[in-house]
């Protein structure tokens, strides 16, 4: 169980998808890159809330490296999850720290499809106003 990424809310599905979420999340928690990325299919398409699509490890590297320049502190809460073990909605409480200190409160949902232990598909959707 990741030690940072809590679980909260009724509607929590424990299976592979939710299992596979938390353990990325906690990579992410690290904010080492290479861990990050380590759950990504090699083709993989992450596509954010503006509707840009990064496509393979070079591409998504970009916004990691980016986010863990700028907010180098994460902790990350999982609260309602919907889907199968395969494909699902999983909704997300984070806190970033920022370089100078300040946190930024951010909430959001992504929708994840898992094959094996990767993710050949995320898309994410926040308030990018709340930066």
């Given amino acids: 169980m990741a030690r940072n990424c809590r679980e909260r809310g ?6 592979k998808l939710t299992q596979l979420a938390r353990e990325y999340w906690t990579a992410e928690e690290s904010r080492d890159i290479n861990a990050i990325l380590s759950f990504f299919a090699a083709d993989a398409r992450w ?3 503006d509707g840009v699509t990064l496509v393979g490890h070079d591409q998504i590297r970009t916004f990691y490296e980016n986010s863990a320049a700028l907010y180098p502190g994460l902790t990350v809460e999982i609260g309602r999850t919907y889907g199968d073990e395969n494909e ?3 909704e997300w409480i984070a806190k970033l720290t920022a370089t100078d200190g300040g946190v930024v409160d951010l909430s959001g949902i992504n929708i994840m499809k898992r094959s094996g232990d990767k993710f050949p ?4 959707y926040f308030d990018q106003g709340a930066f």
């Fill in 10 to 15: 009724k509607f929590f599905m424990n299976n």
């Fill in 47 to 49: 596509t954010g809330p």
């Fill in 88 to 90: 699902g909605a999983i």
């Fill in 121 to 124: 598909d995320l898309t994410a």
